[in-house]
């Protein structure tokens, strides 16, 4: 049978857009469609708008440090506005670039919600189209718990259009998500409660690197409401300031609450059942290996699988089906391995296993760690530090995780994690030569182990 497309792409996001390029690149006739704006999370309201808002926020730390520098500086003011419309700017050209990225590409795109109507038809704002084959790549959406008062919440989708920035902010939630927006409404200068169940940040790092974020925020002067569950949010005739009432009759008020609790694969209403495509327990598109889905020619990579919620893997997913599936050059997407920053304020990130995994996967394993306050700080007295840690397969002297809590953590953490991949030893950092006077030179100068076992805060959770 003619279908329309050889490939049809539902949602041009990140793994959507760079699927179809490449499908088309290979020869394929190819059709995407997006319900919102062309770049996907990442670049509307995700990845770029965050990290700009992360370094329009940082100069308050700037500005302070510059002092001890010799610099003398007016009192600084900030303008949220400018900052947001700047933002709002720049993702408006990055959404140009997406847009003729595919059109440059020969992929053609459909405005509109997709939806499956078979295995090989989607109906698109009242068009259908046919295709081929399928992918779905349309990603994920915060979600808010059903709490009385959820309608005055915000979510990270809202926060990057405030008409003006709140005086005081809670943020729920203790995930990445919340800890970056932590940091930016902090630096902006809005006071800043961080409410979460937990005892700390980030489960699911490593929990020393838990406990140095925890406590840099903390330090930084965000109110850290740990073990707390929201109840209810109270307006004041419909609006701010809101009185936040939590477990056990707590309550307190602040001028805006932004939910980052999670989020959830944007895997109803389009048609899956029809399909024949299956989710798992968690909603989210159950595949094989290949990005496959239960149905023979409908794949899915991205969010919307819910396996590392990452930009770059959804581009690898998307990259892989396009070369196995219309390139003639079969591969897997590896999963292993992936590096992930956090943009707190300072910067977490990581590569391969946490000290907790590597302990239960690996049994005998080797912990370095390093703590100093950076080179920057010893003039302005920053009370901020740099934690880095390095943890070795006993048995093969391989390095396994790379953590940091610092300064620039995400860009040198990306060159070490290329170390990691290439599966260097401890004999190969060891052999490394430093860059001095960097803090990236502890990574290389770190000869003694920490004597085991580990002095852990608390099991993993
Ligand atoms: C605040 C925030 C910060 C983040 N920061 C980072 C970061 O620093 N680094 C990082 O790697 N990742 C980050 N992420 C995660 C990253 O944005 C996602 O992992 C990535 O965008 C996933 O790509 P995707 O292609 O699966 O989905 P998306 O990029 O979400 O694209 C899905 C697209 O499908 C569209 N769509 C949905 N349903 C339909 C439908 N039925 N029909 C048509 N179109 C549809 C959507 O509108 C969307 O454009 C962040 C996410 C958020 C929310």
Redesign the pocket.
Same mark, same amino acid.
């Given at each position: 049978m003619a279908y329309d497309y050889d490939l049809f792409v539902?949602?041009?996001? /990140?793994?959507?857009v760079r699927a179809s390029r490449i499908a088309a690149g290979h020869g394929a006739r190819v059709g995407i469609?997006?319900?919102?704006?062309v770049g996907?999370?990442?670049v509307?309201?995700?990845?770029v708008p965050?990290?700009l808002l992360v370094y329009g926020s940082k100069f308050a730390h700037e500005f302070e440090d510059a002092a001890a520098y010799g610099w003398t500086l007016a009192p600084p003011t900030h303008s949220w506005a400018t900052l947001r419309d700047n933002v709002a700017k720049e993702v408006d050209r990055l959404n140009g670039v997406y847009l003729r990225l595919l059109e440059g590409a020969g992929v053609k795109l459909h405005m509109g919600?997709?939806?499956l109507m078979d295995r090989h038809t989607i109906e698109i704002a009242g068009q259908t189209v046919t295709a081929d084959k399928i992918l779905v790549?349309?990603?994920?959406a915060p979600v808010v718990p059903e709490i009385p008062g959820r309608e005055f919440a915000i979510t /990270?989708n809202e926060a990057f259009h405030l008409p003006e920035l709140p005086k005081r902010i809670a943020i729920v939630g203790g995930g990445y998500?919340a800890v970056e927006f932590a940091g930016i409404f902090n630096g902006l200068g809005a006071e800043v409660d961080l409410v979460l169940r937990r005892d700390r940040v980030l489960r699911g790092f490593d929990e020393e690197c838990r406990t140095a974020v925890h406590d840099s925020l903390k330090q930084s002067g965000i109110t850290m409401r740990t073990e707390m569950q929201i109840q209810r949010i109270q307006a004041t005739n419909g609006k701010a300031p809101f009185t936040v009432h939590t477990q056990l009759g707590g309550m307190f008020e602040t001028d805006l609450v932004m939910y980052a609790t999670g989020?959830a694969p944007?895997a109803n209403g389009?048609g899956l059942d029809k399909a024949g495509v299956q989710v798992d327990k968690a909603g989210a598109i159950a595949v094989d290996e290949w990005s496959k889905t239960t149905a023979d020619n409908i794949w899915a990579?991205?969010?919307?699988t819910d396996r590392i919620?990452?930009?770059?893997v959804?581009l690898m997913e998307g990259h892989c089906f396009a070369d196995t599936e219309f390139g003639g050059k079969p591969r897997k997407a590896d999963h292993r391995d992936v590096p992930s920053a956090v943009?707190c304020q300072p910067e977490l990130a990581n590569v391969g296993l946490t000290e907790e995994e590597a302990r239960m996967r690996l049994g005998e394993i080797r912990v370095f760690t390093s703590a100093f306050k950076p080179m920057k700080y010893t003039l302005s007295g920053r009370q901020q530090r740099t934690f880095m840690k390095l943890i070795v397969e006993a048995a093969t002297d391989k390095v396994v995780g790379v953590h940091m809590v610092g300064d620039d953590a995400a860009e040198l953490v990306q060159g070490l994690a290329i170390a990691v991949k290439a599966g260097a030893t401890k004999a190969h950092f060891d052999a490394t030569v430093g860059i001095h006077p960097t803090a990236g030179e502890e990574f290389v100068t770190m000869r003694t182990a920490r004597v085991e076992p580990a002095p852990s805060r608390k099991a993993a959770e």
């Open positions: 539902i949602g041009a996001g /990140s793994g959507g469609c997006e319900d919102f704006r996907g999370t990442c509307i309201r995700g990845c965050k990290k919600r997709g939806r790549a349309t990603g994920g /990270s998500i989020r944007n389009i990579v991205g969010d919307v919620n990452l930009t770059p959804a943009f």
